[in-house]
């Protein structure tokens, strides 16, 4: 039988790990969450926090498997809204690269000249 796996929840997330306050009410926000059967069992779920202290952000991505429980954490500059906005966007194609590709490649100039003027 298997022990009983710590469920991620936001007090994971007490502390800003930049100037260490404690988080308060409402500077964590869970964007989404995903359970997957694939190679590794387990749910993900998609924090963003701001401290109110240094009001810096951190997306936070946190797993539950059977193996145990893990995090990673990345400064950002999106506020709450433009990540979960990012995170519920359709996934970008091979497609869309190439297209992207084949625009910048025959529209350079015109690229460059509307990111300058």
Known sequence: ???????????MLAHCPLCQAAYGDGSVRLLGEVT??????GTSRLFHLTCSQCSHAILAVI???AHGVSSIGLVTDLEAQDAARIHDADPISADDVLRAHHELGMKSKEWCLGLVG
């Open 1 to 11: 039988m298997h022990a009983p796996q710590p469920q991620p929840t936001p007090h």
């Open 36 to 41: 997957s059967t694939l190679a590794v069992p």
């Open 63 to 65: 797993l539950e498997s």
